[in-house]
């Protein structure tokens, strides 16, 4: 018999899965409580930029092998395998996660199910809640039925989600009797037949696997952005650098990219949600570095500003261009966005700050919707006193000086990633300052 599945929160995570779930030939249903979301989604339209989603939306809720409600009654009476994806964001004045949401869900999706079923976490969640919930599922779900509860983790990257739930680099599984484990590689057979490995464990390990991940990749950026900190004061080429680390391969080059740092939805809040959880749980020390891996991203931030002031001299009534506001290309997301940040600083400087992104404008709006926002690229530059690039977008990292000499007021460029070529600019007469580098090692290494 052919499983039916469903998928509770349809934000960025569950949409992708259930999408992604339907593309491998299984009836799907999303749930949702936001009644405007499960109405756009429905009618194929997709709330948010992901590459490939629109069209694997459009495809599967008009065959029908996809469809959306709002109702935990259906929703409990119709799936044999429900997944829970809904969001834990960073509470509102602490560190810790708020699992109002995914406590929410799982209480009326049990409460809900009308025969023999799982409940599978995918939402990234503090060590210990899924033993929890194990508990919270059997006071509420009725006796007539048997519920099993697993966590299987998501390992998704913006920019790449289709890509990474079809053809995921590993799945992780944690808890569960034998028979709910088989019932999990029914649903990821297509993925196991390309020899994905397969990782049974309990709730905690699975629960952990996640965070370990992103708090590595954190510390990993952030110890980089270090190193440029040394680099800026004493000399030297952090991009030669991380080179040359990276070529070591226990150490490897990927997220070795000095710039303004990391963002988005995921690696903030989760590094910050790890430290909260293990000081709940009297290892206030064990995760201490951590706050200065968040430390260090953040000055990075500051650092850009204090380089803007440099250039100009003062803020105040200059006219700044910020190309990119996403927190990393091919994605719309500027939570906790270090390109947005800057900008709003910026801004509270008393800069007359314009900005293009190719997607995340309408996000950004309606964050700071006190800044400038720029029709095109052109014209974020026109009359602008600095240029400063905080997303590396390819429209973006392809510039080159004279794409930009006939509409700036001023030539006078940051590359807050890393990513143009400063022998180009500064040939061209232009100051060009990056993080990780001295502006006169740039104006030597392009004289050689």
Known sequence: MSLRI???????????????????????????????????????????????????????????????????????????????????????????????????????????????????????????????????VKSVAKTSVNVELLWNPEFLREGFAVHDTLTPDRLVVGGGTVEAVATLRRVYASALSLDTPFITTDLETAELVKVAANAFLATKISFINAFAEVTEHAGGDIRVLADAIGLDKRIGRRFLNAGVGFGGGCLPKDIRALQARVSELGLDRTMRFLSEVDEINLRRRERVVHLATEILGELDGRTIAVLGVAFKPNSDDVRDSPALDVAAQLYNAGADVSIYDPEAMNNARARFPRLNYADSMDDALRGSHLTILLTEWEEFTSLVPQQLEALVESNSIIDGRNVLDPQTWTERGWRFESLGRRSESVLISSSQ
């Open 6 to 136: 469903t998928v509770i929160g349809t934000g960025y995570l569950g949409a992708t899965h259930a999408a992604c779930m339907a593309e491998l030939g299984f009836e799907v249903l999303g749930l949702d409580t936001d009644p405007k979301k499960v109405e756009q989604l429905s009618a194929g339209i997709l709330p948010f930029h992901e590459p490939g989603l629109p069209e694997l939306l459009k495809k599967h809720t008009t065959t029908g092998r996809l469809r959306f409600t709002t109702s935990y009654e259906e929703a409990g009476a119709w799936g044999d395998v429900h997944f829970i994806a809904v969001g834990t964001p960073q509470k509102a004045g602490d560190h810790a996660a708020d699992m109002t949401y995914v406590d929410n869900a799982t209480t009326a999706l049990a409460a809900n199910i009308t025969k023999n079923a799982l409940i599978v976490g995918k939402s990234t969640v503090p060590v210990g809640t899924a033993r929890r919930l194990q508990e919270l």
